[in-house]
């Protein structure tokens, strides 16, 4: 069975900082997908990032990027330069490669960025 | 840019009736996914849809709820006798029908109360 763990129940960082939002994860399939999600006040999933468990380079998204060790099966998200719109929860989440691509979510950080 | 749309944003509904939860997934998208969030909780899982059938479901997802793709269109969970405890946000997310697309397309919920 598939895990998510996020330690991390908030987190506070200043405006145009950096933060990582811990992930770490536990499954015996050898492909997997590692994604974060971002949940605004509003209730919606935003989609931020993706890692492939072959891919060999850390993902980057803009002002995201995603630290994979996979030796130490953590997939940790860091936001550079912190703006005040990026507050919300972020939600860690796995995929299997195979079937039908059900994702298993972490409990969320919530993130708190200050002026 | 294509969307997941889902209606109503907001059920309020007392325990024992039936509710029906409506989502539009993205026209090219194959997969379908109902997932749930208890306020304050992690997203779990409840039910992937796929080839007018379901592929995989959780065991949250007992003989009280059903899914149903009856147009072209529309994907709907029905609760059949709504408890307390289904009380949560209702995210149904969709995905393209390819290997290589792993992102699933969030809806933006809807937030079902159970009185």
């Known amino acids: 069975a598939q895990k998510i763990t996020q330690t991390q129940p908030g987190m506070f960082v200043q405006e145009k900082e950096a933060v990582t939002l811990d992930c770490t994860y536990d499954t015996s399939d050898q492909s997997y997908g590692l994604f974060w999600y971002k949940q605004p006040s509003s209730g919606e999933m935003i989609f931020l990032i993706y890692q492939g468990s072959y891919d060999e380079q850390n993902a980057t998204e803009g002002r995201y990027s995603l630290n994979f060790q996979k030796a130490r099966k953590s997939a940790n998200l860091v936001i550079s330069a912190s703006q005040l719109g990026d507050s919300a929860m972020y939600f860690c989440a796995m995929r299997e490669i195979q079937g039908y691509s059900t994702l298993t979510f972490g409990k969320g950080t919530m993130l708190l960025v200050s002026p | 840019e294509p969307e997941v749309t889902q209606t109503p944003s907001h059920q309020v509904t007392q325990m024992g009736q039936e509710v029906i939860l409506r989502c539009v997934p993205i026209?090219?998208?194959?997969?379908f996914y109902w997932y749930r969030q208890i306020l304050g909780q992690k997203v779990e899982f409840l039910v992937s849809f796929y080839n007018n059938e379901i592929s995989e479901k959780s065991e949250i997802f007992d003989d009280q709820f059903s899914v149903e793709r009856p147009d072209g269109s529309n994907f709907t969970l029905k609760i059949r006798s709504t408890k307390l405890e289904d009380s949560a946000m209702y995210f149904c997310?969709?995905?393209?029908?390819?290997?290589?697309?792993?992102?699933?397309?969030f809806g933006p919920g809807t937030r079902l109360t159970v009185t």
């Open positions: 997310a969709s995905r393209q029908p390819t290997v290589s697309s792993y992102e699933q397309y």
């Open positions: 026209s090219n998208h194959l997969y």
